[in-house]
């Protein structure tokens, strides 16, 4: 089946600090790929994603490429601020385009 | 906000009782995902229902159930409620049946004592 694999955490950075998530994955076919956010007491909000092989998703400063060769979507940022302090999912989503398959989280704790 | 609303935030209740958690998908959105999010087991997919129909299941349990109503709203029912249930629920919605975006609701979380 689907799995997911992502660093665990806590990751302590300082501010402006340089940002990599490890990220992982098992599936068959070429499932698309996403990161989600979780800050404190709330939802998840989708970051960004990549549907295809070599495609990069960025947003809000964060990046992240399909790496077919090596099943890896690994979650980069160049300078942190302390209200990226958030847990981070990376997920999958299955062929039949229905079902997320989440890591464990990483929980990220920005310093200033 | 993403659209998608939950009800209650929080609920405590005892083993061996039943509660009923909602959700209200965005407007347009046909189809309605729940999840669970437990210390132990990470988040997991439960199930999946579109436009009333379930059309996907994961690991949900068989104390577990859900339904989806005509106006598209949708419940997730536990019964017979032990302590390892006390988790956060989430629920998303999509317009398709196949989507490659899901918008997450901020959660109920069940505390079973």
């Known amino acids: 089946g689907n799995s997911v694999t992502q660093m665990e955490g806590p990751v302590t950075l300082s501010e402006e600090a340089f940002l990599t998530i490890n990220c992982t994955y098992t599936a068959t076919g070429y499932p698309s790929l996403f990161w989600y956010v979780q800050y404190p007491g709330e939802g998840l909000q989708l970051l960004l994603k990549?549907?295809?092989?070599?495609d990069k998703g960025s947003n809000k400063g964060f990046e992240a490429t399909y790496r077919k060769e090596t099943t890896s979507f690994h979650l980069e940022k160049g300078s942190v601020q302390v209200s990226d302090s958030a847990v981070y999912f990376c997920a999958l989503l299955n062929n039949a385009g229905n079902m997320l398959t989440f890591g464990g989280g990483t929980r990220l704790m920005v310093k200033p | 906000d993403s659209g998608v609303t939950q009800t209650p935030k929080h609920l405590i209740t005892a083993t061996g009782q039943r509660v009923t958690l909602r959700c209200s998908p965005r407007?347009?959105?046909?189809?309605v995902y729940w999840y669970q999010q437990s210390l132990d087991q990470g988040l997991q997919f439960l199930i999946q229902?579109?436009?009333?129909?379930?059309?996907a299941k994961g690991n949900i349990l068989e104390r577990f159930s859900a339904q989806q109503f005509p106006d598209l709203h949708s419940e997730l029912n536990l019964s017979s409620l032990e302590l390892g249930d006390s988790a956060l629920y989430f629920c998303?919605?999509?317009?398709?049946?196949?989507?490659?975006?899901?918008?997450f609701g901020p959660g109920t979380r069940l505390t079973v004592l």
């Open positions: 990549a549907t295809k092989a070599d």
């Open positions: 407007s347009g959105d046909l189809s």
């Open positions: 229902y579109y436009n009333g129909e379930e059309r």
């Open positions: 998303a919605s999509s317009i398709r049946v196949r989507t490659d975006t899901q918008y």
